[in-house]
């Protein structure tokens, strides 16, 4: 089995910075993209930000410029650098990564629990 665990969301002030880390542990042998999407009350959950194995990087247009992504790949874990932070960007955010837990398994997403992150004004 498979568990991604995420940490570091928090309550902070409007201009301020958080560090989101994720964690896959577990029956793992490979892992294509990892990313992280964010889920705000009534609304649908979103990506944020997602960077394959390879390196290429994706962000959405809300965040490019204030937020970055990176992975340890040997660490399986992939973290989300948030600045200049928004009331607007309060939500759960949650990882996934898209893995194979074998040579000749399929390509299976998983997701974290989510962490909270609360940006006041």
């Known amino acids: 089995q498979v568990q991604l665990v995420e940490s570091g969301g928090s309550l902070v002030q409007a201009g301020g910075s958080l560090r989101l880390s994720c964690a896959a542990s577990?029956?793992?042998?490979?892992?294509?993209?990892m990313g992280w999407y964010r889920q705000a009350p009534g609304k649908q959950r979103e990506l944020v930000a997602a960077?394959?194995?390879?390196?290429?990087?994706n962000y959405a247009d809300s965040v490019k410029g204030r937020f970055t992504i990176s992975r340890d790949n040997a660490k399986n874990t992939v973290y989300l650098q948030m600045n200049s932070l928004k009331p607007e960007d309060t939500a759960v955010y949650y990882c996934?990564?898209?893995?194979?837990?074998?040579?000749?398994?399929?390509?299976?997403?998983?997701w974290g629990q989510g962490t909270q992150v609360t940006v006041s004004s």
């Open positions: 996934n990564a898209d893995l194979k837990e074998s040579l000749w398994g399929p390509v299976i997403t998983y």
């Open positions: 577990g029956s793992i042998f490979s892992i294509n993209a």
């Open positions: 960077k394959a194995r390879g390196g290429n990087t």
